[in-house]
């Protein structure tokens, strides 16, 4: 028996949104006998199980007469991502250009996508095309979450926030949301692996991303959690504003 006596325990059972994710909190501290030795547990925190991140970056280079200005900005934003981050780095660019990068942690993966309805029916079918061409590779099967992230951005300090939230959440989410409207930013959102397929399949015939995602999250009352902001200086596509606090 792996625990012949528990003493001084107290269990409190806690859900985080969905009764398919319990978690077990220890509100005192537990002293366990097992096989004649004693075992000090402090666990104030909920017992969770690490998530294994990648980073999947979109990228379009020839769009709107930008090339050559989307071409550097791509390119200082990757190497930051490499510099200061320890994830291994997968980026789509759909426009058919090389940014002839290269990093043992990082996979540039390019192709000419046609002309779709929208900007989010591209995005979904590029970020399908990245996943259907790297389904072998060893560091996307052993990941648990992807977080994707539009490849002008970099996120500041990302490292420590995603190892300071809740582990093994569905989604990890911008904060700027609007349930009137229900809409969703997604200059970045983490997601499970295992279910970013079946969201991205809802926009690949029409609507924009931004609605697809709040939907598919609360529809589906998946868990989740907010991190964010971030400092910002770099303008987005389409409007060029600037979003301080991205």
């Known amino acids: 028996m792996l625990f012949r006596n ?20 220890l509100k005192k501290k537990l002293t366990l006998l097992n096989q004649n030795k004693i075992l000090h547990i402090n666990a104030e925190k909920p017992i969770k199980t690490p998530n294994k991140w990648i980073i999947l970056l979109t990228t379009a280079v020839n769009v709107n007469g930008e090339s050559e200005y989307r071409k550097q900005l791509y390119k200082t934003q990757i190497l930051k991502w490499l510099k200061n981050t320890s994830y291994y780095i997968y980026v789509v660019e759909s426009t058919g250009v090389d940014l002839n990068i290269t990093h043992e942690r990082l996979k540039f993966i390019s192709f000419k996508l046609p002309k779709l309805a929208s900007s989010s029916q591209s995005e979904a079918t590029s970020m399908l095309y990245l996943l259907d061409q790297i389904k072998d590779d060893a560091n996307f099967i052993d990941c648990t979450h992807i977080l994707k992230v539009t490849g002008r951005y970099f996120l500041q300090n990302i490292n420590n926030v995603l190892n300071g939230c809740i582990h093994d959440l569905d989604a990890y989410l911008q904060h700027h949301c609007n349930h009137v409207i229900r809409w ?51 303008e987005r596509g389409g409007d060029k504003l600037i979003i301080r606090n991205l």
Not at 6 to 25: A, D, R
Not at 187 to 198: F, P, V
Not at 204 to 221: Q, V
Request: a positive charge; charged letters at 20%; aromatic letters at 16%.
């Open 6 to 25: 528990i003493i001084n325990s107290n269990f409190l059972f806690t859900n985080y949104h969905n009764p398919n994710h319990k978690k077990i909190v």
């Open 184 to 234: 969703q930013n997604t200059e970045y959102y983490g997601i499970r692996k295992t279910i970013l397929k079946d969201f991205l399949s809802t926009v690949l015939n029409e609507g924009l991303i931004e609605h697809k995602i709040y939907d598919f999250i609360f529809k589906n009352k998946l868990t989740f959690a907010r991190i964010g902001p971030f400092k910002n200086n770099i």
